[in-house]
């Protein structure tokens, strides 16, 4: 509720109004923290911060004092090698690389176990997907001369610390957390936890401030290991996690959720651009059925993927958003010309982002230890 | 009930006895075979299979093929590094040891991961644990150029295996055959299927009949991971696993079972002869209150922990087992005397085997890779 009632009203703070609606149950339910209170103490907030895209943490205060004092901190995150870069996996990459570039070092970590466990896919095959998605990180500017990519299937100390961890958890646990699953999914959360705490091994440097960007739906795996890390903390000295949490993206179809059953919910990095183009011409809005009645009534970009995909990625300028928020609201602004304008800069976007991956593929190759 | 009334009486077939009273629901319930009817089949079989006290398999008919074939076969067992070598820990050695000169590749495992998810033992310790155990096999007679000593630990093929199979098993399949237990020993025992399947993975030349010969508390593991080579057999074309079961030498005291709790239950290798003599003269026996009435009445060799460390590890002789079995029975001999000749083999034995294991501590650092 804070989000608007600070501001004085939902047309000067269109970031708040979905964390209003969707996301408040978590700071009361969850004890995940509103980031809005710690904008103004973030030395270089990047526009997802901003914008109220990422919207809640836990204990983040830890890792704005790392950046103020230069003090050592890592960020962790990674992708699980199902398929090609989305608008998900965009997001999270763009979040690790820009904490790298204030200063972290960046662990990304393929989560081929997960891929394995969860969606059973084969390791030779998510290796091949995982040559693909380190190309599109680097092409998107992760430095990896200031960080580590691995796979968790080739990582030792993460398969070793999830041995450890194991004799500290409970099946009550589990299944509290997880659900009734079966022993893959509940390893797979055992070594995504020597994931997010491998920064902190002395072979990494020891103990350190660590964030964990995710989307809100990673948030079980945060308090999980937040908990092992309270548990190891007498061998390892574990600071536990820091986490930020960012909204999900709307499916461009206006459907529940982007899906891979459902192409035109979404599109991928390596698509063709004429492609991508479509998908987004014919994308649900949050416009009126004619034009008239648009340009009387309003659009309502609190439910629009269009407006979504200026806001999370493709829009530089928060004034730019704020203003297009603003003439949607008024009917200064129609559907059609707003998803023209969107087309030219997410191909453009596209294309520049192909032509740099390509040149990174043997790289990704290299770092992975892939022939 | 057959062991007794195929050689047609008590006296006779002592090894039987044992197996009839307390081991006979296994065949029935469990769907363990007596090994019995197999033994005019094996080659050269050993004391405890002729003795009994390897009492029952699964599927050893494919090991006997492969003994008189030529063909190559494995053997697989292990040891949890909690302590020194045991009465129990030197059976399943001396099992091991001797399907290797039977011809069996033998891989002998150091379930130091076990050890830590069930006893809590850190590995910096239980690798000071394992050189000593590591030392104790090869003295017994193990021979590392036919053979792959190994801890779980740092053997990245079981635990890569332990993570492929966790995707084939349910939580309810874990409940029904180890009870409600931590994450660790779930995670243990996918870790010992890892362990009994490694020998037919292509590094090892690939499938082929192995052996695992274990105490019968073992054999949970051993139904889980011939479910598990069913479930993955597209894949690996794993052969399910043959076992032996032997028996659980009775604790010197009279108690339930050896435990470490109760040191005058067992001895182990390593201790002062002395004191292995004064445990053996002290020990419980099947014997009357007096000589008289034992003279009279007889001894009860079948209750007997005296009677059973000549069955299971010290009387080279089946006759001379066979005859003191009849002599106890019939009264001809007294506990002391029995004790005393037990003693003073045991001692010689203890002796030269700890003479033998000082010269293998630095092979057994070397093996283990231990500085």
């Not at 209003?20 to 004890?31: I, K, M, P, S």
């Amino acid at each position: 509720m804070s989000g608007n009632r600070d501001t004085g009203g939902l047309i000067i703070d269109p970031f708040g109004a979905t964390l209003v609606e969707d996301y408040d149950r978590l700071f009361t339910e969850f004890g995940i923290q509103p980031l809005k209170p710690l904008l103004s103490q973030i030395p270089n907030p990047c526009a997802a911060m901003r914008r109220g895209v990422i919207f809640g943490h836990r204990d983040f205060e830890r890792i704005i004092d790392a950046m103020k004092s230069g003090k050592e901190f890592a960020v962790m995150s990674g992708i699980k090698p199902t398929g090609e870069f989305h608008l998900g996996t965009l997001m999270t990459a763009r979040e690790i690389i820009y904490f790298q570039q204030e200063g972290a070092t960046a662990f990304y970590c393929i989560a081929d176990i997960e891929a394995y466990e969860d969606n059973g896919i084969p390791f030779e095959e998510s290796e091949k997907i995982a040559v693909n998605n380190v190309a599109d990180i680097l092409a998107l500017g992760f430095d990896p001369k200031r960080g580590y990519i691995y796979r968790q299937s080739r990582e030792e100390k993460v398969k070793d610390l999830a041995i450890l961890f194991s004799r500290g958890v409970t099946l009550a646990t589990m299944k509290a957390i997880y659900g009734e699953r079966h022993m893959g999914l509940y390893l797979s959360a055992l070594i995504q936890a020597g994931d997010i705490l491998m920064p902190q091994l002395k072979d990494f440097g020891g103990p350190k401030p660590t964030v964990v960007p995710v989307g809100i739906d990673q948030d079980p795996h945060i308090r999980f290991t937040r908990d092992l890390a309270n548990r190891f903390q007498s061998k390892f000295k574990f600071i536990p996690p820091s986490s930020t949490y960012h909204k999900l993206i709307k499916a461009l179809d206006g459907s529940y959720k982007m899906s891979k059953r459902n192409p035109m919910s979404y599109f991928t990095l390596d698509e063709d651009p004429d492609t991508i183009a479509k998908k987004i011409l014919y994308a649900f809005t949050g416009g009126r059925p004619t034009a008239e009645e648009q340009r009387r009534l309003g659009g309502n970009p609190d439910i629009c993927p269009i407006f979504d995909l200026y806001l999370f990625h493709f829009s530089r300028d928060d004034k730019e958003v704020i203003d297009l928020y603003n003439d949607c609201k008024c009917g200064n602004i129609l559907c059609g010309e707003d998803k023209m304008r969107l087309v030219k800069i997410v191909v453009e976007f596209v294309k520049d982002h192909q032509r740099k991956k390509a040149q990174f593929i043997d790289k990704a190759r290299e770092i992975l230890g892939v022939k």
